[in-house]
């Protein structure tokens, strides 16, 4: 049976669909003082003996959530709890970067560790982070169907990232693009902060051309729309925005518009207004071929 995180509702839907399984009926609520209670009146052991949990945590609530359904469900009489985090929030904070600072990644892949007998990521930030969880979890990789809603006839694409880091992702949206042979590249990323980035182009020529740009996560928008706007400068034709997280914090989406892009297209691991990819298929398929 899948059970859905309040924040996860449509891919949850879209996964049970996938995978022919019944949704779990699930009621969020909140104490007066605040605290949440999220429950699944509707699962019990002699209905399912597995329950999937589908629950991107973009929030400390979600993080709550989580334990919360993992606990509900076993306390139902689940016998497996498969755990899957289509965001895995905190992902960034993959080390201590200065003293003092905590692993906030490993943290709160213990604290989940407790309830899931197995856990499933999409495209988490650093992959390293699936080892923080026991069981070490599993990285679905769903950067591929970010081609799916590119137009058909890009003029001379190249397929860039804004950063060394995400190039990986860029590469596989260009093999999964048409015939698979467009350019790839990527920009220079500094962050001077939490909002502030400076980006270094790179030598490749773009003038006259479609470029499609492709990172894991856009937040607050900063890289990808210094990114866009180095690109105008240079005399792209159209620009192209993908990600598999669209969190798109706060102005993300307006400040890329107004930045010069043709589209933004994101996956729905966050449910949003760029959440134009499913990843339903793929997880269906990890989880299928494990079982
Ligand atoms: C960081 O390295 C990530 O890959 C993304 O580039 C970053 O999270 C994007 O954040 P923002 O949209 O706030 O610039």
């Known amino acids: 049976m899948i059970v859905s995180g309040s924040r996860s509702q449509s891919l949850a839907a879209a996964l049970a669909r996938e995978l022919e399984q019944p949704l779990a009926a699930v009621e969020y609520d909140r104490f007066p003082d605040g605290e949440l209670l999220a ?14 949990i589908v629950a991107s945590t973009v929030s ?27 965001y ?5 904070q993959d080390e201590a970067f200065e003293a ?13 560790s407790t309830g899931a007998d197995r856990v499933l990521t999409v495209n988490p930030h650093e992959k390293s982070v699936c080892g923080f969880f026991e069981p070490a979890a599993t990285a679905v990789d769903a950067a591929g ?17 804004p950063d060394a880091g995400a190039i990986d ?36 020529v773009v003038e006259g051309r479609d470029v499609v740009v492709t990172d894991d996560i856009i937040a607050t928008g900063s890289t990808m729309s210094e990114a866009v706007a ?38 729905d691991t966050i449910e949003g207004p760029a959440s134009v990819v499913s990843v339903a298929p793929a997880l269906a398929t990890a989880l299928e071929t494990n079982y």
């Open 169 to 204: 992702l860029a590469e596989t949206v260009r093999d999964a693009y048409g015939d698979g042979t467009g350019e790839t590249d990527y920009f220079e990323k500094t962050r001077l902060s939490g909002e502030e980035v400076e980006i270094s182009p790179s030598d490749t």
């Open 88 to 92: 895995m929030g905190y992902g960034r």
């Open 39 to 52: 429950s699944v009146p509707g699962f019990s052991a002699s209905s399912a003996d597995r329950a999937v």
């Open 230 to 267: 180095i690109l105008h400068e240079r005399g792209v034709d159209r620009v192209f925005v993908t990600c598999v997280h669209p969190l798109l914090t706060a102005n993300a989406f307006t400040k890329l518009s107004r930045a010069g892009v043709e589209a933004i297209y994101g996956t």
């Open 145 to 161: 169907r970010l081609a799916d809603p590119l137009p058909d006839d890009l003029t001379d694409p190249v397929f860039l990232s």
């Open 60 to 86: 400390s609530d979600a993080h709550l959530e989580v334990l919360q359904l993992q606990d509900a469900v076993r306390e139902a009489g689940a016998e497996e709890v498969v755990t899957v985090l289509p």
């Open 100 to 112: 003092g600072q905590p692993i906030s990644s490993r943290a709160v892949a213990r604290a989940i």
